[in-house]
């Protein structure tokens, strides 16, 4: 079983960033997809940021359009972590992020078998 924990949510300033993390336990994910979906009052959880094993060493990622330039999805396989790093954040940014993982998967939420607690970020015009 995985598990998997986020931090690093808070509140920011628009035009501030924010790194998240998310830790996983229970299993190594090197050759898994791991990905972050945020969901926003009252609208529906929608995909952010995706890495992917390409093979070898090469990780695959892939963003939603508003958030390209601005986000950065990392992994460190030593930590078995993935992070998200936001920069120039605004308040349309304003979600709980959630973190997730599943052998092979893309930008829907359904591939998924694994998911975090989520974390909240706040973002203040």
């Known amino acids: 079983q995985v598990q998997l924990v986020e931090s690093g949510g808070g509140l920011v300033q628009a035009g501030g960033s924010l790194r998240l993390s998310c830790a996983a336990s229970g299993r190594t994910l090197v050759n898994y997809a791991m990905s972050w979906f945020r969901q926003a009052p009252g609208k529906e959880r929608e995909f952010v940021a995706l890495?992917?094993?390409?093979?070898?060493?090469?990780?695959?990622?892939d963003y939603t359009d508003s958030v390209k330039g601005r986000f950065t999805i990392s992994r460190d396989n030593a930590k078995n972590t993935v992070y998200l790093q936001m920069n120039s954040l605004t308040p349309e940014d304003t979600a709980v992020y959630y973190c997730a993982a599943a052998l092979r998967a893309g930008r829907r939420g359904d591939e998924y078998d694994y998911w975090g607690q989520g974390t909240q970020v706040t973002v203040s015009s």
């Open positions: 890495t992917r094993w390409g093979g070898g060493r090469t990780y695959y990622t």
